[in-house]
């Protein structure tokens, strides 16, 4: 559960960063995401989380 909650507040950490250091990006690139085929974007999503994954597994096998 530790584990849940620290990941949980990474997350939060560099969604909080991404708004409060380039608010303009962020605008921008939810406006290149709303142009975007809806099957392209559920592709980037499940590359994301295929990503997020992977990382996960990386970092128990390293000990973390």
Same mark, same amino acid.
């Given at each position: 559960?530790?584990?849940? !909650? !620290?990941?949980?507040? $990474?997350?939060?950490?560099? @969604? %909080? $960063? ?8 962020? @605008?921008?690139?939810? @406006? ?5 085929? @809806?099957a392209a974007?559920?592709? &980037? %999503? =499940? !590359?994301?989380?295929v990503s %997020?994954? &992977?990382?996960? =597994? $990386?970092?128990?096998?390293? %000990?973390?």
């Amino acid at each position: 559960m530790s584990i849940l !909650l !620290l990941a949980l507040g $990474l997350v939060m950490i560099i @969604e %909080g $960063l991404a708004y409060a250091l380039a608010p303009s990006l962020v @605008e921008r690139m939810l @406006e290149i995401l709303r142009s975007l085929p @809806e099957a392209a974007v559920r592709q &980037i %999503g =499940w !590359l994301v989380v295929v990503s %997020g994954a &992977i990382l996960v =597994w $990386l970092a128990f096998h390293l %000990g973390v």
